[in-house]
């Protein structure tokens, strides 16, 4: 069946909304977790598999129908559990780890000038020009956001960026694809079960040394002195940051195209620098907060600008 018929952009806007507000709060979560000695590749095997296993027991409750798999799906579903969600994942856990979190995102979310373009070429979408405007708008907004001009950056922290914003493109392109006769549980469930997978062979062939879950760490920043056990933190993370609004992400992308929701996911990076100046005390400047101004009124113009069908 397909379900491009039944959308409902309202939902879409709201549920896009949400995720990138809990997705703005994981980056400083990220940052502040991989301070206790985990490594990235760790975490992202605990994030994919926890969040397949959440997923499968709510089918499991709910629509056990959901778990079946046409072999079609099937070379679709592993080229996007393993680039679209386990690379990017990698990839953005990276990039935060070395960059300040606001321009970490920005290069990252370049993904929003190559969604339209690939969109374009590869399967003829028609957009107005407005929109190349509307990404103009935000891609400067985000530059001003991060103060990029002023930052020390590392040249292998920008390398994981670009990765990330690869794997964003095609997250975004790939996940709307599949949602056009997947409902988002499924496609949640299926991609994040190939990540973990392959996140799973990655670590069992280069092995790294373990973890104490039950070991203490501070939250830091304007948190200091608040202690938490690593498991609590790694559970909020799957939980908060993955679960919920990757969930979010595939409703969205039921009901909106890529091309919109990566624009309005562009609101991360403000909402990101936000909780990392209340939280990290990364410091936040009247600049950025007008480049955030920009930001939204390229979001608005990008997003009335799809070419409706």
């Known amino acids: 069946?397909?379900?491009?018929?039944?959308?409902?952009?309202?939902?879409?806007?709201?549920?896009?909304?949400?995720?990138?507000?809990?997705?703005?709060?994981?980056?400083?979560s990220v940052k502040v977790i991989l301070g206790t000695g985990i490594n990235t590749e760790q975490?992202?095997?605990?994030?994919?598999?926890?969040?397949?296993?959440?997923?499968?027991?709510?089918?499991?409750?709910?629509?056990?129908?959901?778990?079946?798999?046409?072999?079609?799906?099937?070379p679709l579903f592993i080229f996007y559990?393993?680039?679209?969600?386990?690379?990017?994942?990698?990839?953005?856990?990276?990039?935060?780890?070395?960059?300040?979190?606001s321009v970490a995102l920005l290069i990252e979310y370049t993904s929003i000038?190559?969604?339209?373009?690939?969109?374009?070429?590869?399967?003829?979408?028609?957009?107005?020009p407005r929109l190349w405007l509307g990404i103009l708008l935000v891609l400067v907004g985000l530059a001003v956001v991060s103060n990029i001009w002023d930052s020390q950056l590392d040249p292998i922290g920008l390398l994981w960026a670009t990765g990330a914003a690869i794997c964003v493109t095609i997250y975004f392109i790939t996940g709307e694809h599949t949602q056009r006769t997947r409902?988002?549980?499924?496609?949640?469930?299926?991609?994040f079960l190939v990540a973990a997978i392959f996140w799973g062979i990655v670590n069992l062939l280069n092995p790294t040394p373990g973890f104490d879950i039950n070991k203490?760490?501070?939250?830091?920043?304007?948190?200091?002195?608040?202690s938490w056990p690593?498991?609590?933190?790694?559970?909020?993370?799957?939980?908060?940051?993955?679960f919920v609004p990757m969930w979010l992400d595939y409703i969205a992308l039921g009901n909106l195209s890529a091309t919109a929701v990566g624009v309005i996911a562009t609101a991360e990076t403000i909402f990101a620098t936000v909780f990392a100046w209340l939280w990290l005390r990364e410091e936040m400047t009247t600049l950025e907060v007008f480049g955030g101004l920009i930001v939204i009124t390229g979001i608005v113009l990008a997003e009335t600008s799809r070419k409706r069908t």
């Open 230 to 242: 690593v498991w609590a933190g790694l559970l909020w993370i799957g939980i908060m940051g993955s």
């Open 43 to 74: 975490l992202v095997l605990f994030r994919t598999l926890f969040t397949a296993l959440l997923a499968g027991a709510v089918l499991l409750l709910t629509n056990r129908k959901a778990f079946r798999m046409s072999r079609n799906e099937m």
């Open 216 to 226: 203490s760490f501070e939250l830091a920043g304007n948190l200091a002195g608040t």
């Open 113 to 128: 000038a190559l969604v339209p373009i690939v969109s374009l070429f590869l399967f003829k979408e028609r957009v107005l």
């Open 81 to 101: 559990g393993i680039f679209g969600i386990g690379m990017m994942q990698w990839t953005y856990s990276n990039a935060v780890s070395l960059l300040p979190i």
């Open 183 to 191: 409902d988002a549980m499924s496609t949640l469930f299926y991609s």
């Open 1 to 28: 069946m397909n379900r491009v018929a039944q959308r409902r952009p309202g939902v879409g806007v709201t549920a896009v909304s949400i995720a990138v507000l809990l997705f703005g709060l994981n980056a400083s």
